[in-house]
């Protein structure tokens, strides 16, 4: 299937679908992001808000919180698969992402199954 979005509008469509399962998963949109596309890649850089309890407790217990990051981290890359492939009409091959709780910075590499560029 041929992409039908300008560069522009497919960023502004990706980084909605991407806030809005943030702000379902954690109740707080991200801080910041920036959004690149380079053939069938999107590369999102963001900065999210720690979730309060897992914040406190990072330092007692990071092995547990850990776990917790892995987990959501999983469910917030297949909610933003199902999502991008049922908003945009595009098939994503798959969802890479990586999160840092001491800066609460994210790294997410989508792959889709085409150019979108």
């Known amino acids: 299937m041929k992409n039908r979005y300008s560069t522009g509008v497919l ?3 990706i980084i909605k679908i991407y806030n809005s399962i943030n702000q379902e ?3 707080v949109g991200i801080k910041s992001q920036r959004i690149d596309i380079l053939g069938e890649k999107v590369f999102i850089f963001a900065h999210h808000k720690r979730i309060p309890a897992l914040k406190i407790l990072d330092d007692a ?4 919180t850990a776990s917790v990051d892995m ?5 917030n890359k297949r909610m933003l698969k199902e999502q991008l492939e049922k908003g945009l009409g595009l098939e994503v091959a798959a969802v890479l992402k990586d999160y840092d709780p001491k800066t609460e910075l ?3 590499i989508i792959v889709f199954k085409e150019n979108l560029v």
């Open 11 to 13: 960023k502004q469509e």
């Open 106 to 108: 994210s790294a997410t």
């Open 61 to 64: 217990n990071r092995t547990l």
């Open 25 to 27: 998963i954690f109740g």
């Open 71 to 75: 987990l959501v981290m999983e469910a």
